[in-house]
C-alpha cells in the first residue's frame, strides 16, 4: 500500500454491529503487508464504503507529499 488506508473496524466479530461502541477506528499503514482473512475481508469491505474520488484524493496528497520531498533532496543535492 502506498497510501495508509483508515476505516471503521467491528472490534470483534462476536459484538452486535448495531451498537455504535462495538467499532473502533482502524488505520492500515503504508506498505506491504500479508492480511489475515479477517483483515482482507475488512479491506475489500472499506474500498466499498469509499468512492475511488475519495481515494483518489488521499492518494493524491500521498503522491504529492512524496513529490515534495524528492524536490527536496534534488534542490539540496545540487
Known amino acids: ?12 466479530p462476536t459484538l452486535d454491529p448495531s451498537l455504535e461502541e462495538s467499532w473502533e477506528k482502524f488505520i492500515l ?28 484524493g488521499g492518494r493524491w496528497t500521498c503522491c504529492a507529499r512524496s513529490g515534495s520531498k524528492r524536490a527536496r533532496r534534488a534542490c539540496s543535492s545540487s
Open 29 to 56: 499503514p503504508i506498505g506491504k503487508r500479508t492480511l489475515s482473512p479477517e483483515m482482507a475481508l475488512w479491506y475489500v469491505r472499506s474500498r466499498q464504503s469509499t468512492s475511488d474520488f475519495d481515494r483518489g
Open 1 to 12: 500500500m502506498d497510501c495508509a488506508i483508515e476505516d471503521w473496524r467491528l472490534i470483534d
